[in-house]
């Protein structure tokens, strides 16, 4: 396949950025879209110029570094992949594709296609975990969890916080990553004790970073990698108001 | 130098017990004034970091990652082990402590495979604690599976997402220590040197991967976190990002490196496609549970299969050979990794390989579908079929997959004695990152288990024990020996940015990994070894005439970056190959064709080679020196491993 590559380059945070054009030809339709792009920054590199820089690690979609628009999509065409994991036979030969990094204020661009992303860790940070030392905790079996709350939980836990739902959202809402964690947290019998402080924190996190509020258009489920449904930001919702109506922080 | 691994007296069942009661303890008010630097934040990393703090050390915390949430344990797939006997199937720690050094073919010390067997039990109550969403039975229990090298089910999972669910309970006890303020995170930093102040590690220089800034911290312990060498092989199933960097260079520093011989080829990944392949990925071995692993009985039918002549699915019964359940009828498909992974290798080097490359069998789940239906398998393993499918083009609902072995985890690493620490003292490894537990050959559903022991459960105890004697003091950074380290960086970089050459670092990367895997992989032999010797010195040599580094060092500059980990593995490649060849024997993954049994399976020399081969740095380009630690078993019996 021979393709024309247009890609958003920018030196560092402060550099204003533009579209670049580039071609790459001999693109095996086995390849990976990252593995294109990695024969993309060898002629760049052999050119004596660099190569395009993108987040990227483990390759197998779980690790949530990967983070692109490509054609105006987080992640590209397919659904429920990362981009690591979009091979290039979705694609045709002579294809023009477009790619961009996640836009979004709260998102601010590092280099290229790698923005910071370091606004997920403090809302989680804020107050998603359980907060239990090490030792002392009581013997696994002893917290027995009906089969389907333990998958819905799984469900919601399964974020891998690559930030597609910001990207996707016209308001770049944060509210799919937060009410997945929130969500995990609240179905457990283990995180019940903290659902209240949890959500009123996490939630004034996400506020404080810039994120805006959902637009009800569900973009983020359609783009999630792993399909986190929208149930979880009704329950995000519902935790709040529930957490607010008896809260001691008014 | 003479080895000492700490061991504490007494029978292997008190040994733990009683030595953490020996271990000195530091009181509440001094541990405020303690530095701790871990570095890296995988399972191991995250959660010592977090243990610590809470225990109320001062952590600086280090990854490379934006996130700490992104290290590679992350893509774990299958499980963890735990002795819970939840299952009632006569598990018990004995049992899996028996099976651990059963399943390392003998190279692993008694001690601390007990204590791993011990604590195991301890991880699965901490991470159902933190919220960890493992599966469950309909009446509100914990599930268990089978793994390899097993006959009892003592496997946790949460589906095909185990690693990822685990590293996101640790890294949630991390984050709740960053937001108390006792853990710094410094993410996209990456360590580049250990400081040594009178013989003992006491800081770090880190390079801002964002900024460029060499930098240097000082601390009281420095904990290295940072997982396998396993991409020293360039195409393996380790994420692009991880490297021997922080393990080497400390090496170099002084550390021990310890069977670095010792890796492990995954027996279920999707086989390499092409050129162009960037990595490998990873099948979780719980599928062999129910996939029947095959080849076609004669070379005409599978060279059919190979021209697309014939569909796998069309082959009859007769003509196939089940070759794993033929030859291992008790274990079958579940025969531990190194023994499915050289059976693999056989049948393709005898004609039988099934794709277009020749280096592929069949993992069919035919039978599996027949019998509990196709809704049943894909409630097992939906996400695995999805990713194969999304990665082949292939449907393995209805053709079986095609899988080959690979590159997957190094059971070598730093020297680490019973506490956890190197032969440099407050330097300690833990994780993957050193090599004291799995032997020759880790079983599966155990790189979990140990990453969290190490940093759940014994690091907070063994670290008190140094620390109450090494004194507050603290070292300022500006200390000449931090100054020294930094300048060092420096030019080591400047030196790498300046030779602006023809190559660029894949090139080196892909060569070298095309060497290793060829001499020094599934099997090795001295010719083979001693010319992959020869040609890595070749490559190193070249690399440091004629790599291309673009760009410059005060930028994200992901190009200096791999630069800086290819020119370690360069070193690193060729002491695996001293090390394979001064081991005279076959045990676990490292197979040495000239020693083996009639039938073909590892022979080895319990006589010879029963001690831990750790290496010392003696200089740049000079031999390393060999210092044997010897493994002595008073518990189990050391058999031939069968499992047949």
């Known amino acids: 396949m021979n393709l024309t590559l247009k890609i958003w380059r920018q030196k560092d945070a402060n550099d204003k950025g533009g579209m670049q054009t580039y071609q790459v030809s001999d693109i095996s339709k086995d390849m990976s879209f990252l593995e294109m792009l990695d024969v993309l920054n060898d002629q760049l590199e052999m050119k004596g110029e660099e190569g395009v820089h993108f987040d990227h690690d483990c390759r197998e979609g779980i690790c949530g570094s990967c983070s692109m628009f490509i054609n105006g999509r987080p992640h590209g065409?397919?659904?429920?992949?990362?981009?690591?994991?979009?091979?290039?036979?979705?694609?045709?030969?002579?294809?023009?594709?477009?790619i961009e990094p996640w836009r979004a204020r709260a998102f601010p661009v590092v280099r290229d296609l790698v923005v910071d992303r370091g606004a997920f860790d403090r809302i989680i940070a804020a107050g998603g975990y359980v907060s239990v030392n090490t030792g002392g905790v009581p013997d696994a079996n002893e917290i027995p969890i009906p089969k389907d709350i333990a998958d819905e939980a799984f469900d919601a836990a399964t974020c891998i916080a690559c930030g597609a739902c910001v990207a996707a959202c016209k308001n770049a809402s944060a509210m799919l990553f937060v009410g997945a964690k929130i969500s995990q947290l609240a179905l457990l019998p283990q995180g019940s004790v903290e659902r209240k402080t949890r959500a009123e924190k996490m939630i004034a996190q996400m506020d404080a970073e810039g994120f805006g509020a959902c637009t009800n258009t569900a973009a983020c489920s359609a783009e999630c990698p792993k399909e986190i449904p929208q149930s979880v930001i009704a329950r995000m919702n519902r935790e709040y108001f529930s957490a607010k109506a008896s809260s001691k922080n008014v | 130098m003479i080895l000492d691994s700490k061991i504490p007296e007494g029978a292997l069942g008190d040994k733990w017990t009683k030595h953490k009661f020996n271990v000195k303890l530091v009181n509440p008010a001094n541990k405020r004034k303690y530095e701790v630097i871990v570095v890296g934040t995988g399972l191991a990393g995250a959660s010592a970091a977090a243990s610590l703090a809470e225990l109320g050390y001062n952590v600086k915390a280090f990854c490379f990652h934006d996130s700490p949430r992104r290290a590679h344990s992350i893509a774990a797939q299958g499980g963890i082990n735990a002795a819970k006997n939840y299952q009632n199937d006569g598990d018990s720690v004995y049992r899996l402590f028996y099976d651990t050094v059963k399943g390392g073919d003998y190279r692993a010390r008694e001690a601390n495979v007990f204590r791993l067997a011990e604590v195991s039990v301890k991880i699965i109550d901490q991470c159902v604690a933190q919220g960890v969403p493992f599966a469950r039975e309909y009446g509100g229990l914990l599930a268990n599976r089978s793994f390899g090298g097993a006959q009892v089910s003592r496997t946790f999972y949460a589906r095909g997402q185990t690693g990822q669910q685990l590293l996101l309970g640790a890294y949630s006890a991390l984050s709740r220590q960053v937001a108390s303020g006792k853990v710094k995170m410094y993410p996209r930093t990456e360590m580049l040197d250990v400081i040594k102040v009178d013989g003992k590690a006491r800081g770090i220089v880190t390079r801002?991967?964002?900024?460029?800034?060499?930098?240097?911290?000082?601390?009281?312990?420095?904990?290295?976190?940072?997982?396998?060498?396993?991409?020293?092989?360039?195409?393996?199933?380790?994420?692009?990002?991880?490297?021997?960097?922080?393990?080497?260079?400390?090496?170099?520093?002084?550390?021990?490196?310890?069977?670095?011989?010792?890796?492990?080829?995954?027996?279920?990944?999707?086989?390499?496609?092409g050129d162009h392949q960037s990595k490998l990925t990873l099948m979780s071995e719980s599928l062999r549970n129910d996939g029947r692993v095959w080849v076609p009985k004669t070379n005409a039918l599978a060279e059919k299969v190979r021209k697309k002549e014939l569909k796998p699915s069309e082959i009859a019964e007769k003509d196939r050979d089940y070759y794993l359940?033929?030859?291992?009828?008790?274990?079958?498909?579940?025969?531990?990794?190194?023994?499915?992974?050289?059976?693999?290798?056989?049948?393709?080097?005898d004609g039988h390989g099934v794709n277009e490359t020749g280096e592929a069998v069949f993992l069919d789940f035919r039978?599996?579908?027949?019998?509990?239906?196709?809704?049943?398998?894909?409630?097992?393993?939906?996400?695995?079929?999805?990713?194969?499918?999304?990665?082949?083009?292939?449907?393995?609902?209805?053709?079986?997959?095609?899988?080959?072995?690979?590159?997957?985890?190094?059971?070598?690493?730093?020297?680490?004695?019973?506490?956890?620490?190197?032969?440099?003292?407050?330097?300690?490894?833990?994780?993957?990152?050193?090599?004291s537990d799995h032997g020759a050959n880790r079983l599966g559903a155990s790189a979990?288990?140990?990453?969290?022991?190490?940093?759940?459960?014994?690091?907070?105890?063994?670290?008190?024990?140094?620390?109450?004697?090494?004194?507050?003091d603290k070292i300022p950074t500006d200390h000449p020996e931090f100054k020294k380290a930094e300048q060092e960086v420096k030019d080591r970089i400047s030196k790498l940015l300046s030779i602006k050459g023809e190559k660029n670092v894949d090139f080196f990367h892909k060569a070298l990994g095309k060497i290793m895997w060829n001499y020094c992989g599934m099997a090795r032999n001295a010719e083979g070894l001693k010319k992959g010797k020869q040609m890595i010195a070749e490559l190193r040599a070249e690399f440091w005439q004629n790599v291309r580094v673009v760009g410059k060092n005060e930028e994200l500059n992901m190009s200096l970056e791999k630069a800086n980990r290819?020119?370690?593995?360069?070193?690193?490649?060729?002491?695996?190959?001293?090390?394979?060849?001064?081991?005279?024997?076959?045990?676990?993954?490292?197979?040495?064709?000239?020693?083996?049994?009639?039938?073909?399976?590892?022979?080895?020399?319990?006589?010879?080679?029963?001690?831990?081969a750790a290496w010392e740095y003696t200089g740049d380009n000079q031999p390393e020196n060999l210092h044997k630690e010897e493994l002595i078993f008073d518990n189990v019996k050391l058999t031939q491993r069968s499992y047949k």
């Open chain 1, 77 to 98: 065409p397919k659904k429920a992949v990362t981009a690591c994991q979009l091979h290039m036979r979705s694609f045709t030969d002579g294809e023009t594709i477009t």
């Open chain 2, 208 to 273: 801002n991967l964002i900024t460029g800034a060499i930098e240097s911290h000082s601390g009281h312990a420095v904990l290295l976190c940072t997982g396998g060498y396993g991409n020293v092989f360039f195409l393996s199933t380790n994420a692009m990002g991880s490297n021997a960097t922080a393990a080497w260079r400390a090496h170099k520093k002084g550390a021990l490196f310890a069977n670095p011989c010792y890796t492990q080829i995954h027996p279920t990944c999707i086989p390499v496609s």
């Open chain 2, 325 to 349: 359940e033929r030859k291992y009828p008790s274990f079958g498909n579940l025969v531990p990794r190194d023994v499915a992974s050289r059976n693999a290798k056989e049948a393709c080097d």
């Open chain 2, 367 to 435: 039978d599996a579908i027949n019998r509990d239906g196709e809704d049943a398998i894909r409630a097992k393993y939906g996400n695995l079929f999805d990713m194969y499918a999304q990665i082949t083009g292939d449907n393995p609902y209805q053709q079986p997959m095609m899988i080959y072995p690979a590159v997957h985890y190094t059971m070598g690493g730093l020297w680490v004695d019973y506490n956890l620490m190197t032969n440099v003292e407050g330097l300690y490894a833990l994780g993957e990152a050193n090599f």
């Open chain 2, 448 to 472: 979990l288990m140990q990453g969290l022991a190490d940093g759940y459960f014994v690091i907070p105890y063994t670290i008190g024990n140094y620390l109450a004697g090494l004194g507050l």
């Open chain 2, 566 to 612: 290819v020119a370690d593995f360069l070193e690193l490649g060729e002491l695996m190959i001293d090390d394979a060849l001064a081991r005279e024997e076959s045990c676990g993954g490292h197979f040495r064709e000239e020693h083996q049994t009639p039938e073909g399976e590892a022979l080895r020399d319990d006589e010879n080679f029963a001690f831990v």
